[in-house]
C-alpha cells in the first residue's frame, strides 16, 4: 500500500509540474508578443550610386519620443542598420559617410507596432552637400501580417465623433454597429452591439 501510494504521489507531482511549466511558457509567449505589438521598428539598407552596399555609414535617429533624444548606429557588412524597440512618434533619419553627400529622412510617422523599412541610396560627393527628403514617410508595413488599428491625437480631435470608448473602437477597420451612428456623442449612454 505505500509502494502505491508513493507512486501516486510521484504521479501528481509530474502533472503539477507539467501544468507550471506549461502556463510559464504561456505567459511568456504572451508577454513577448505583447511588447513585439507595442514597439515599433526602423530599418534598412544603405548603398552608392552603384548599388554596392555601404558599410561604415554613420546613421543617426532622432525624435522627440526618444528618451535620449536620439540615438546612433553603424550599418554592418552588409550595409544593413535596425533601430528597434521605438515607441511612436515623428522620427528623422541622417545617414553619414566621408566622401558622400549627406542623406535626411525627415518626418517619418511611426505608429505602434509598425515596422518601417528605410533604405538609402548615397552618391559620391566632392563638395560638402546635403540631400534632404521630406514627407515621404513608409506607408505600407510590409513586415507584419497583423491586423490593428491606432488612432493620432490629431485624428480624434478633428473627426466628429462622441469621445466615449465605443465611438473609437468603431473607427477601427471592419467594426460596424447595430443601430444608428453616434454623432457628437448623443448616443454616450447607450452601450449598442458591435461586431467584427
Known amino acids: 500500500m505505500g509502494a502505491q501510494r508513493r507512486r501516486r ?30 514597439s ?7 548603398k552608392d550610386d552603384t548599388d554596392a552596399t555601404l558599410p561604415g555609414v554613420t546613421v543617426t535617429l532622432s525624435s522627440p519620443a ?12 552588409s550595409g544593413s542598420y535596425r533601430f ?9 533619419l541622417t545617414f553619414e559617410l566621408t566622401g558622400f553627400n549627406t542623406i535626411i529622412r ?13 533604405d538609402a541610396t548615397m552618391g559620391v560627393g566632392q563638395l560638402q552637400e546635403s540631400v534632404m527628403v521630406s514627407g515621404q514617410s513608409p ?16 485624428a480624434l480631435e478633428t473627426i466628429p465623433r462622441g469621445r466615449d ?4 473602437v468603431e473607427m477601427a477597420p471592419g467594426v460596424s454597429r447595430a ?18
Not at 528597434?84 to 528623422?92: E, N, T
Not at 511611426?110 to 515596422?115: L, M, N, S
Not at 443601430?179 to 467584427?196: F, I, L
Request: hydrophobic share 40%; net charge negative; no cysteine.
Open 9 to 38: 504521489d510521484r504521479s501528481t507531482r509530474k502533472v503539477v509540474l507539467t501544468m507550471v511549466l506549461v502556463a510559464s511558457l504561456v505567459g511568456g509567449a504572451r508577454a513577448s508578443s505583447a511588447q513585439s505589438v507595442a
Open 66 to 77: 526618444l528618451q535620449v533624444g536620439q540615438t546612433v548606429g553603424v550599418t554592418d557588412e
Open 165 to 168: 470608448l465605443q465611438a473609437v
Open 139 to 154: 506607408v505600407v508595413d510590409l513586415s507584419s501580417t497583423g491586423s490593428s488599428a491606432n488612432f493620432t491625437e490629431e
Open 84 to 92: 528597434g524597440d521605438l515607441p511612436a512618434g515623428i522620427y528623422r
Open 40 to 46: 515599433s521598428t526602423i530599418h534598412g539598407i544603405v
Open 106 to 118: 525627415d518626418e517619418l510617422r511611426i505608429t505602434i507596432g509598425f515596422t518601417a523599412r528605410v
Open 179 to 196: 443601430e444608428s451612428p453616434d454623432v457628437g456623442g448623443s448616443q454616450m449612454a447607450e452601450r449598442p452591439d458591435m461586431s467584427t
